[in-house]
């Protein structure tokens, strides 16, 4: 089989803060989708109210399923591709329908963790889980295993790459690739700014282009920043901009919360 890399040098990138390291006590969810411009007319917003689920507000593009969310237990999901990744892909679920199930079903990072250990999955993946408790989740997913990292009392994030010592062997990422800048800058950024942080200044952060993750598609960056939200969890708002974060306005988005 070849694989082909579709999205090398992309750099979507996921940031939550615990509610232990914010000024409002709350957990705080970053998401910057970075793709191609020429798909951003495809993005949706949905809100999805479920019969025997939970209802959230997530987003997608033309394919089924979702890339990332929040639901009205304030769970919030998002997830970043490994493009290096070296395994062999295999039958399994994909990015958009894991996280489509984990927002219909999952209140708590511990449940969609759980979840996420049965399934078998397809390629390489690492997913951000937040909830309104505090708990925040970065699990690492292949068709080799499952790597689960989890904090109630810091921050954690996704970059395109595999960062557990489990599921690095798996990734052929090149230490000089854009994602270790991602990286570099959202640590820095919260170490300046941990238990001070609060909505406006996760919205500064996911708009800045100098020292933020908002992405233009630099020469080393094939992809740029096509869509933006951030939220407090438990408050059942999200803001949201559509477009590059430094060109566009959030707008905020309510859904009611359980």
């Not at 329908?97 to 390629?123: G, N, Q």
């Not at 499952?146 to 904090?151: C, M, S």
Request: glycine share 10%.
């Amino acid at each position: 089989m070849v694989v082909i890399y579709l999205a090398e040098n992309t750099a979507c990138n996921v940031v939550a803060v615990s509610g232990k390291q914010t000024a409002s006590g709350r957990t705080i969810f970053v998401r910057n989708h970075d793709w191609e411009d020429e798909d951003i007319e495809y993005v949706t917003c949905f809100r999805t109210g479920l019969k025997d689920g939970l209802r959230h507000i997530a987003f997608g593009f033309a394919d089924p399923g979702r890339y990332d969310g929040m639901n009205e237990a304030g769970l919030a999901i998002g997830g970043s591709s490994i493009p290096f990744y070296l395994g062999k892909q295999k039958p399994g679920f994909r990015m958009n329908v894991v996280t489509r199930w984990v927002l219909d079903t999952c209140p708590y990072v511990m449940s969609a963790v759980e979840f996420m250990k049965r399934i078998p999955h397809m390629e390489g993946c690492a997913y951000l889980l937040a909830d309104k408790s505090g708990c925040v989740a970065r699990v690492e997913v292949a068709p080799e295993g499952v790597e689960a990292t989890i904090t109630d009392d810091g921050m954690l994030a996704t970059v395109n790459m595999f960062q557990s010592e489990a599921m690095s062997p798996y990734d052929r990422l090149d230490g000089e690739d854009w994602v270790y800048d991602s990286q570099r800058r959202i640590e820095a950024w919260y170490e300046a700014n941990r238990g001070a942080i609060d909505l406006d200044e996760a919205i500064r952060f996911a708009s800045d282009h100098d020292a933020g993750i908002c992405n233009h598609g630099e020469p080393n960056v094939r992809c740029p920043t096509i869509y933006s939200w951030v939220g407090e969890l438990g408050t059942g708002e999200l803001h949201i901009v559509n477009g590059r974060p430094c060109e566009n306005e959030y707008q905020r988005y309510k859904l009611e919360t359980t």
